[in-house]
């Protein structure tokens, strides 16, 4: 099924850790997201790559690096994780053009301890 | 700058009855507008979206939403809610590509 692949699914983070987040999509599309998502806040753009080889930071980047070495593939890095990063993740991708919807993955439960 | 509104937290009704959720944003160019639905434990799902045209769309599982520039609102209704739609329900603004801005999300709860 086409669409967009995150993994892991949850991951328990000890503070100071490095972790890196997965995510893939099959659709072709040129830009991708990364967004968190919590409680009583909605979900908030962290960083966003319009094409590959490009990215951009969103409301919400600092402590997070992204790349985009190629269409299908985006992760994202903590490089020194904080209990304020607690929350679920989710990628999500669009077609470029304007205007444009966004497709969203399953999320990744991520708990700073 | 860009924004959303949900005033409703938590909304209650009982299956059967009709349904609306508010929605407000503020956006200096034309929005593009989104409804979002995510189910507990899951992604988001699109419901329906404006870019432009009738102000009144049609999205999936029975629910629409009426675009008024007057009012900078995009409020989600459903004439008669099922059980299975109790969920979070998020109204989004269209950013540039597919960047959105999201509100913060209503509760939606169905009693039977």
């Known amino acids: 099924i086409a669409g967009i692949t995150q993994a892991p699914t949850s991951q328990i983070l000890a503070a100071g850790r490095r972790m890196t987040l997965r995510c893939t999509q099959d659709m072709r599309h040129n830009a991708m997201y990364w967004y968190r998502q919590d409680l009583g806040l909605g979900l908030r753009l962290i960083h966003y790559?319009?094409?590959?080889?490009?990215?951009g930071k969103g409301e919400v980047p600092d402590g997070y690096s992204v790349s985009r070495a190629n269409t299908d593939d985006f992760p994202l890095t903590l490089a020194s994780a904080v209990p304020s990063q607690t929350s679920v993740y989710f990628c999500?991708?669009?077609?470029?053009?304007?205007?444009?919807?966004?497709?969203f993955g399953q999320g990744t439960r991520l708990t700073v301890v | 700058a860009q924004s959303v509104t949900q005033p409703d937290i938590h909304i209650t009704v009982s299956e059967g009855a009709s349904l609306e959720l508010r929605c407000n944003y503020s956006y200096g160019a034309t929005p593009y507008l989104f409804w979002y639905v995510q189910s507990p434990g899951q992604g988001l799902q699109l419901l329906l979206k404006y870019f432009s045209g009738d102000t009144l769309v049609q999205g999936i599982k029975g629910f629409e939403a009426e675009f008024k520039r007057s009012q900078s609102s995009f409020n989600l209704r459903k004439p008669s809610v099922h059980w299975s739609d109790a969920a979070e329900y998020f109204c989004?603004?269209?950013?540039?590509?597919?960047?959105?801005?999201f509100g913060r999300g209503t509760q939606l709860t169905v009693w039977p």
């Open positions: 989004a603004v269209g950013a540039g590509l597919g960047r959105l801005y």
């Open positions: 999500a991708s669009s077609a470029t053009g304007q205007p444009t919807e966004a497709f």
């Open positions: 790559s319009n094409t590959a080889g490009t990215t």
